[in-house]
T-cell receptor, first 111, second 109 residues
Framework: DADVTQTPRNRITKTGKRIMLECSQT?????MYWYRQDPGLGLRLIYY???????NKGEISDGYSVSRQAQAKFSLSLESAIPNQTALYFC??????????FGSGTRLTVV | QQQVKQSPQSLIVQKGGISIINCAYE??????FPWYQQFPGKGPALLIA?????SEKKEGRFTISFNKSAKQFSLHIMDSQPGDSATYFC????????FGTGTRLQVFP
């Protein structure tokens, strides 16, 4: 099993719909992150969590929300999806040595 | 505001050549500078990283050169191979990683 698992891998949704992207990890790390990847823009931080009770906004949090259900689970929600949220979304965890482990990503298309 | 600026956006190198990707940063509080490699359909994976107290770190064919006074760091890939064809991201961190915009490297036989 992968250390960081994201579901779904691909999703097409309609404008205005609510959608949740899920992330689970088996590494036992406290720190988890959600990034968005767009061509030419790199990876931009949406939200991050340093433990179950800690949630922080990243540089592009508008239109998104998160839930840290347990140490191993960190979900990203789009309350009302819009087309410019079409992107590749990555979840990551961070270990003690600063290294990040990324999931394989969720490709989201909003039509 | 792009805190970590990366260039070039794309790079084409002949097999056996040297690939060089450059990054510059603004925030002097950054204390960790990793490079990530990403293949299509995969998440980024840590390739090599450096801290600002050293000027160079080498792991196999991959070297980071770090210039603290200029606030710049670069990745050198020696003897580039077709299997190195991927997108490379530099990043910088205090308590969270800030990524550059990425460089798509293509190595031709």
């Amino acid at each position: 099993d992968a250390d960081v698992t994201q579901t779904p891998r691909n999703r097409i949704t309609k404008t205005g719909k609510r959608i949740m992207l899920e992330c689970s990890q088996t590494k036992g790390h406290d720190r988890m992150y959600w990034y968005r990847q767009d061509p030419g823009l790199g990876l931009r931080l949406i939200y991050y969590s340093f433990d179950v009770k800690d949630i922080n906004k990243g540089e592009i949090s508008d239109g998104y929300s998160v839930s840290r259900q347990a140490q191993a689970k960190f979900s990203l929600s789009l309350e009302s999806a819009i087309p410019n949220q079409t992107a590749l979304y990555f979840c990551a965890t961070q270990g003690e040595n600063y290294g990040y482990t990324f999931g394989s990503g969720t490709r989201l298309t909003v039509v | 505001q792009q805190q970590v600026k990366q260039s070039p956006q794309s790079l084409i190198v002949q097999k056996g050549g040297i690939s060089i990707i450059n990054c510059a940063y603004e925030n002097t509080a950054f204390d960790y500078f990793p490079w990530y490699q990403q293949f299509p359909g995969k998440g980024p994976a840590l390739l090599i990283a450096i801290r600002p107290d050293v000027s160079e770190k080498k792991e196999g064919r991959f070297t980071i050169s770090f210039n603290k006074s200029a606030k710049q760091f670069s990745l050198h890939i020696m003897d580039s191979q077709p299997g190195d064809s991927a997108t490379y991201f530099c990043a910088a961190s205090t308590d969270k990683l800030i990524f550059g915009t990425g460089t798509r490297l293509q190595v031709f036989p």
